[in-house]
């Protein structure tokens, strides 16, 4: 009771930090456009090197923590592994409220039981659970408001995804690719919980996409929707990256195309219905999810001015598409990859070099499965214009199997290891979106989890796979401050005000930790 209490009075009171956006973060990316970019800039090149752990809030769980805060008002909400979502109080860290969630015995899961965070619109927090339900939460009390049931679990599908506001909706996709399931993005109304609209990233029978499949096998098409998308509230207009289809490593039962899988897609956010897509990989057998965060930005390109999305691709190239059309306007690789042509055609498609598909005996291709990028948030600098992408430079060795499909099992038909006596290098690289080229890179001992933010003070932060936090120049690329925070990373850095001081926060290990100038 005392908690609930605190929380009212703060948030009654607003006088930890101003209303104002700049000071809070209020979405995944902190805008709806994916940039991941602040216009605060208290912390800067000259001063970063005086940044000090403010506090640190240590999680109960030992599941990978690869939650992105969201702060509004002196408040802070995180998700929690496997499916919890705690309120902080900014300037100290103390505990306000948690929600801790029962999750059934019987969930088929894969690849950790995490989640990537929460959306908050008025009063309310959404949460996507590992048993595929949306919850509404009371933003002062962690109180259920409604919880509705998005899929089958059982099935194999799991949320893991941060959901997006776009107006009075919570949208939210879906997690489970590796069992066969059959992607979605679906809205919902954020007062009742009631569905506005789905759309299925697989088509069904006899609707446009479906002749893209051998067979029936569109039935178990995955294509899962599992990283946060973005919104163009001009455009009325919401993109998307798809996963992989479904089986991954093997693709005889699946020839063809596979719609709407390793995609870019773009909804009409009232009806859900589908502008434009952009297929990135066609017939993917690498398991190279097109799932990043789409970056919308306003470019000069050629000349003039352009609507654009950025895209640095699990595949290993750089593309840059007109977002009102989804017309292809560049793509290049911009880490090593040997299973396409070099170049793209005219439409930006790709094709497939000779013996580069997974065997029995094994295949060695370039990016290895976590592809040259993956779920690391890139960020984009309207100041600087600049793309800044964690990368990762890694051959991998790929394996065929069996391609059966039963309900609730894992369908994979098959598996990679990394290449023998190769080690992996990782980098950020601030990519310019006129050339599709990097204009400077920073590089890692090891490829890294690590999102990556970029702010008004001229300075970029991320972290490193050891778990050193850092800060580098945004113009150079040079270190200007780094700290050991003693776990690995597998989250996305968020920064904000309390008390009026820009505070910088990312979960490493098990703990999330802040930081300030001292």
């Given at each position: 009771m005392k908690i609930v209490k605190s929380l009212s009075l703060l948030l009654a009171a607003g006088s930890l930090v101003c209303g104002q956006n700049a000071g809070n973060w209020l979405t995944y990316s902190g805008n709806d456009a994916g940039h991941r970019y602040s216009t605060l800039n208290q912390i800067t090149k000259a001063n970063a090197a005086r940044l000090r752990p403010l506090w640190v809030y240590q999680i109960d769980k030992t599941d990978k923590f690869e939650a992105s805060p969201i702060v509004r008002d002196g408040i802070m909400y995180i998700s929690e592994p496997p499916s919890d979502v705690t309120a902080l109080e900014t300037g100290s860290g103390r505990v306000l409220w948690k929600?801790?969630?029962?999750?059934p015995d019987d969930m088929p899961v894969c690849c950790g039981k995490v989640n990537r965070g929460v959306a908050i619109h008025g009063d309310s927090i959404?949460?996507?659970?590992?048993?595929?339900?949306?919850?509404?939460?009371?933003a002062s009390t962690g109180s259920v408001l409604w919880d509705v049931a998005v899929a089958d679990y059982k099935a194999g599908y799991t949320s893991t995804v941060a959901p997006l506001i776009v107006k009075d909706k919570v949208i939210i996709g879906s997690a489970g690719g590796e069992f066969g399931v059959r992607g979605y993005l679906a809205a919902y109304d954020a007062k009742t919980g009631k569905q506005a609209w789905r759309f299925w990233t697989i088509p069904a029978a006899g609707e446009k996409g479906t002749?893209?499949?051998?067979?029936?096998?569109?039935?178990?098409?995955?294509?899962?929707?599992?990283?946060?998308?973005s919104y163009d509230a001009a455009l009325n207009t919401i993109y998307w990256g798809t996963g992989n289809p479904g089986p991954d490593w093997n693709g005889v039962k699946r020839e063809g195309d596979n719609l709407y899988s390793n995609s870019l897609i773009a909804l009409d956010a009232d009806t859900g219905k589908m502008k434009w897509y952009f297929q990135f990989t066609p017939h993917d057998v690498l398991d190279l999810d097109s799932t990043q965060v789409p970056v919308l930005a306003d470019i000069q390109w050629k000349g003039a001015p352009r609507k654009v999305v950025l895209f640095a691709n699990r595949n290993a190239f750089y593309y840059v598409l007109d977002r009102q059309t989804g017309e292809y306007l560049l793509g290049k690789s911009y880490v090593r990859q040997t299973w396409a042509q070099p170049e793209?055609?005219?439409?930006?498609?790709?094709?497939?070099?000779?013996?580069?598909?997974?065997?029995?005996?094994?295949t060695t291709v370039y990016p290895n499965s976590p592809g040259a990028t993956n779920f690391q948030a890139p960020s984009y600098s309207p100041q600087t214009k600049l793309h800044y992408v964690m990368t990762r430079d890694e051959g991998?060795?790929?394996y065929s199997g069996d391609d059966s499909y039963k309900q609730g099992s894992w369908y994979l038909a098959g598996r990679f290891v990394s290449k023998p006596g190769e080690e992996a290098r990782g980098a950020i690289k601030a990519m310019d979106p006129r050339t599709g080229t990097a204009k400077w890179e920073f590089p890692m001992f090891a490829p890294s989890w690590a999102g990556v933010l970029s702010t008004a003070g001229g300075v970029v932060f991320s972290a490193t796979w050891e778990g050193d936090m850092i800060v580098l120049d945004d113009a150079t690329g040079k270190l200007l401050w780094r700290f050991p925070m003693g776990g690995n990373v597998f989250a996305n850095p968020?920064?904000?005000?309390?008390?009026?001081?820009?505070?910088?926060a990312i979960a490493a290990g098990h703990a999330l930790f802040t930081f300030a100038l001292e």
């Amino acid at each position: 009771m005392k908690i609930v209490k605190s929380l009212s009075l703060l948030l009654a009171a607003g006088s930890l930090v101003c209303g104002q956006n700049a000071g809070n973060w209020l979405t995944y990316s902190g805008n709806d456009a994916g940039h991941r970019y602040s216009t605060l800039n208290q912390i800067t090149k000259a001063n970063a090197a005086r940044l000090r752990p403010l506090w640190v809030y240590q999680i109960d769980k030992t599941d990978k923590f690869e939650a992105s805060p969201i702060v509004r008002d002196g408040i802070m909400y995180i998700s929690e592994p496997p499916s919890d979502v705690t309120a902080l109080e900014t300037g100290s860290g103390r505990v306000l409220w948690k929600y801790k969630r029962v999750l059934p015995d019987d969930m088929p899961v894969c690849c950790g039981k995490v989640n990537r965070g929460v959306a908050i619109h008025g009063d309310s927090i959404f949460l996507g659970t590992l048993d595929a339900h949306l919850v509404a939460l009371d933003a002062s009390t962690g109180s259920v408001l409604w919880d509705v049931a998005v899929a089958d679990y059982k099935a194999g599908y799991t949320s893991t995804v941060a959901p997006l506001i776009v107006k009075d909706k919570v949208i939210i996709g879906s997690a489970g690719g590796e069992f066969g399931v059959r992607g979605y993005l679906a809205a919902y109304d954020a007062k009742t919980g009631k569905q506005a609209w789905r759309f299925w990233t697989i088509p069904a029978a006899g609707e446009k996409g479906t002749e893209t499949w051998k067979g029936d096998s569109y039935k178990f098409g995955s294509g899962t929707t599992w990283v946060t998308g973005s919104y163009d509230a001009a455009l009325n207009t919401i993109y998307w990256g798809t996963g992989n289809p479904g089986p991954d490593w093997n693709g005889v039962k699946r020839e063809g195309d596979n719609l709407y899988s390793n995609s870019l897609i773009a909804l009409d956010a009232d009806t859900g219905k589908m502008k434009w897509y952009f297929q990135f990989t066609p017939h993917d057998v690498l398991d190279l999810d097109s799932t990043q965060v789409p970056v919308l930005a306003d470019i000069q390109w050629k000349g003039a001015p352009r609507k654009v999305v950025l895209f640095a691709n699990r595949n290993a190239f750089y593309y840059v598409l007109d977002r009102q059309t989804g017309e292809y306007l560049l793509g290049k690789s911009y880490v090593r990859q040997t299973w396409a042509q070099p170049e793209l055609d005219a439409k930006g498609r790709a094709t497939w070099l000779p013996n580069t598909h997974p065997t029995a005996q094994g295949t060695t291709v370039y990016p290895n499965s976590p592809g040259a990028t993956n779920f690391q948030a890139p960020s984009y600098s309207p100041q600087t214009k600049l793309h800044y992408v964690m990368t990762r430079d890694e051959g991998g060795v790929f394996y065929s199997g069996d391609d059966s499909y039963k309900q609730g099992s894992w369908y994979l038909a098959g598996r990679f290891v990394s290449k023998p006596g190769e080690e992996a290098r990782g980098a950020i690289k601030a990519m310019d979106p006129r050339t599709g080229t990097a204009k400077w890179e920073f590089p890692m001992f090891a490829p890294s989890w690590a999102g990556v933010l970029s702010t008004a003070g001229g300075v970029v932060f991320s972290a490193t796979w050891e778990g050193d936090m850092i800060v580098l120049d945004d113009a150079t690329g040079k270190l200007l401050w780094r700290f050991p925070m003693g776990g690995n990373v597998f989250a996305n850095p968020v920064t904000f005000l309390s008390g009026g001081k820009q505070v910088v926060a990312i979960a490493a290990g098990h703990a999330l930790f802040t930081f300030a100038l001292e």
